[in-house]
């Protein structure tokens, strides 16, 4: 957990500060005594959350209930985080049917799973004179996985190498893909 350390009473040496109380009324610029004052009188801690500013931005808090809230909102944060695997599948120009086919059905597991997937072709020797064959092939790839992804970044060459991503569907888009191939077939 990464929690940034806050200047609090005593440590704040600025001599003044924007001012907010515990119910975030705004009480304005007051000198920092002053600002202790009020936290003291209220049993409350003075907690600078804002030190870049001009004046910093102080308020009137517990500084334990803070730190706890603090730490709430970051595990809230990191589990709302979706964490995508990026998965790399790599072939040759000569690749048989048969092979493609075993690609496509690893490439199809690494969708469903909800992985990203980089698919590649190496282009050996002189084979760089035909490259648009590999294109060619990367797209024919990407016809196989129609109904578990589409296409995130088109098939284009890079150096020695074709490459082109696909993603996995979100559900909408899942959908409305289906939607599109059942009115494609009654046509």
Same mark, same amino acid.
């Given at each position: 957990?990464?929690?940034? =350390? ?17 119910? @975030?009324?705004?009480? @304005? ?7 202790? =004052? ?7 801690? /003075?907690?600078?959350? !804002? ?5 910093? #931005? ?5 500084? %334990? ?7 709430? +909102? =970051?595990?809230?944060? +990191? ?6 695997? /990026? ?13 493609? $086919? ?11 799973? @909800? ?9 050996? &020797?002189?084979?760089?004179? *035909? !490259? $648009?064959? %590999? ?13 578990? &992804?589409?296409?995130? +970044?088109?098939?284009? /060459?890079? %150096?020695?190498?074709? #490459?082109?991503?696909?993603?996995? *569907?979100?559900? +909408? ?10 009115? =494609?077939?009654?046509?």
């Amino acid at each position: 957990m990464i929690i940034k =350390e806050f200047q609090i009473n005593e440590e704040i040496k600025d001599a003044e500060v924007r001012l907010i109380d515990e119910k @975030g009324t705004a009480l @304005g610029v007051v000198s920092t005594a002053k600002a202790l =004052e009020l936290a003291e009188s209220r049993n409350l801690d /003075l907690i600078n959350i !804002s030190p870049t500013a001009s004046p910093p #931005v102080c308020k009137i808090l517990d500084y %334990g209930k803070f730190k706890y809230e603090l730490l709430k +909102k =970051e595990k809230e944060s +990191k589990k709302n985080q979706q964490i995508v695997n /990026l998965k790399e599948i790599r072939m040759s120009m000569r690749v048989e049917e048969h092979d493609l $086919n075993i690609k496509a059905k690893s490439c199809r597991k690494f969708l469903e799973d @909800g992985d990203k997937v980089k698919v590649s072709v190496r282009f050996k &020797g002189r084979e760089i004179a *035909y !490259s $648009n064959k %590999g294109v060619e092939l990367l797209n024919r790839f990407a016809q196989k996985l129609e109904d578990v &992804g589409q296409i995130e +970044k088109e098939a284009k /060459l890079e %150096g020695r190498s074709a #490459v082109m991503f696909l993603k996995p *569907y979100a559900d +909408k888009d899942k959908k409305q893909h289906v939607k599109q191939v059942s009115d =494609e077939q009654k046509a």
